[in-house]
């Protein structure tokens, strides 16, 4: 029974941290992109520096109206929000945030190959809603959501598989456990490649042709409204908060403080974490959009051998030690 309460209790933590996070981040957007460009509207609403501003933004979805084009495959159209937002609920359970074993909401072996591949099911939701909204903007969206997917799914991949190597274990756990401070300029080129095709693969900026305002509208949610908007809304924040955890995990020592400082615990998981997810607004207010043959040759050209690279350096590495 007590093992039955704690699994519980657990996922209960890790369901609140999925509605409470990603809401900040999207707070936090506004903000940070008010302040870099100049924009004076996310400042306003409730009063001081605009505190409401999600509030409002949450009041104004409600009160939409939910519209479903008339020749649209219904059903489908329906279920492409949750495919592309409950993925990112999964990824979240397996990522520890510290170092007791309580601190992961479930802990899963082979925790590398597990992110990864539900991380690839949520990319699902943006083909399903191009296919199914019968719009020909929605199904160009979604045709160029599914050529990102298979440039950056590989250098992703390869990234973490660098990661995997050095620690010897695919559990997330394992890897923290076995992680060492130099290991940061050892893996930095794999963090990197990690980081950037993550971006892709949530089709942020600079990355983000599948939803080009000025050549496809909004791409594959073009003709979702209300709520069901709001919910892909929600899933590109949760891809952010989930995109910097891995990133903090795999890469920057999780729940390990600088030179040895490791009594904050999760504190440091949670500041390394919002230190990406800046990053991740940083870039969008920094950077102008890709063209679509420049996303792939930055995957194929760049990306790609410099993973390739970092994994013959963790093996030469590897052999040294030994």
Sequence with gaps: MNDVLDVALRLIIVLVVFLVLPLVVGQAEHKVMAHMQGRLGPMHAGGFHGWAQLMADGVKFV???????????????????????????????????GPSEGAVGQVVDAGIFFVLAVLGVGVLGSLMAGWASANKFSLLGGLRTAAQLLAYELPMLLAAASVAMAAGTVSLPGILNAFHWWWVPWQI???????????????????????ADSEIIFGAYTEYT??????????EYAGIVVLSGL???????????PLGADGLGWVWTLLKTAVLAFVVIWLRVSYPRLREDQLQKLAWT????????????????KVVIQ
């Design 302 to 317: 760049v990306l790609i051998p410099l993973a390739l690279a970092q994994i013959a350096l963790t093996g030469v590495v």
């Design 226 to 235: 209300g709520l069901r908007f709001a919910l892909f809304l929600l899933a």
């Design 189 to 211: 080129v794999g963090g990197v490649v990690f980081f950037v095709s993550g971006l892709a693969e949530l089709q942020r900026p600079p990355f983000d042709m599948p939803v």
């Design 247 to 257: 990133t903090t995990v795999l890469f920057l020592g999780g729940w390990h403080g």
């Design 63 to 97: 009160q939409k109206e939910d519209v479903v084009p008339a020749d649209a495959d219904r059903r489908i159209f329906q279920m492409a929000p949750a495919v592309a937002l409950l993925p990112y609920l999964l990824v979240l359970v397996a990522i520890p945030v």
